[in-house]
């Protein structure tokens, strides 16, 4: 079965600190794809970032860096310098390998970023 | 940059009333999907959408439930005799598109908030 864990329920970090956001992920398939999504308080949800099971490279785009380690099943999400607009709810999610398979989502991380 | 599209943006409805949310997913896409988040709670997949049936669905997509492609634009969630408990914002998303869009990532609508009373 597939499963996304994001153990850290909520985060609150003073601004320009760095923040990390922890997601380990379970799943059978050897093809997979992750996403990190953002949802602000107006509820949407923002895409962030999607990783395919084969591309372990870090990827870094701005402030937000992301960490994909296979051996342990995480794909972890850092913030540089935290601004408040970075103040959101963050999910990590899991999709199989046909790639148009659903999307399981990770119970979330609330990140508030105080002035 | 194309978009999903969903209607209306919030709904209120009563408890034992019929609703049907609207979605356009982006033109040219192939698979549908509708998701469901309960206030404070995670998204959960409620069911998928292809060739104009339907691929794959939750245990929470229940008899209450239904989708329809009724045309060639719209992807309806409809929910037959609505319970305090379907309070949640209901998301459409799409995917599979062709060249110019990236296939493997799903496209997701802005949200409908249902609120039963």
């Known amino acids: 079965a597939q499963k996304v864990t994001q153990a850290q329920t909520e985060i609150s970090v003073v601004e320009k600190e760095d923040v990390t956001l922890d997601c380990v992920y379970e799943t059978r398939d050897t093809t997979y794809y992750l996403f990190w999504y953002k949802q602000p308080p107006s509820g949407e949800l923002v895409f962030l970032i999607r990783r395919n099971s084969f591309d372990e490279q870090n990827e870094i785009s701005g402030r937000y860096s992301w960490n994909f380690q296979k051996s342990t099943s995480s794909f972890n999400f850092t913030i540089t310098a935290s601004q408040v607009v970075d103040s959101a709810v963050y999910f990590c999610?899991?999709?199989?390998?046909?790639?148009?398979?659903?999307?399981?989502f990770g119970p979330g991380t609330s990140l508030s970023v105080i002035p | 940059e194309p978009e999903v599209t969903q209607t209306p943006s919030h709904q209120v409805t009563q408890m034992g009333q019929e609703v049907i949310l609207r979605c356009v997913p982006i033109?040219?896409?192939?698979?549908f999907y509708w998701y469901r988040q309960i206030l404070g709670q995670k998204v959960e997949f409620l069911v998928s959408f292809y060739n104009n049936e339907i691929s794959e669905k939750s245990e929470i997509f229940d008899d209450q439930f239904s989708v329809e492609r009724p045309d060639g634009s719209n992807f309806t969630l409809k929910i037959r005799s609505t319970k305090l408990e379907d309070s949640a914002m209901y998301f459409c998303?799409?995917?599979?598109?062709?060249?110019?869009?990236?296939?493997?990532?799903?496209?997701f609508g802005p949200g409908t908030r249902l609120t039963v009373t």
């Open positions: 033109s040219n896409h192939l698979y």
């Open positions: 998303a799409s995917s599979g598109g062709l060249a110019g869009l990236n296939p493997y990532e799903q496209y």
């Open positions: 999610a899991l999709s199989g390998e046909t790639s148009y398979d659903k999307v399981i």
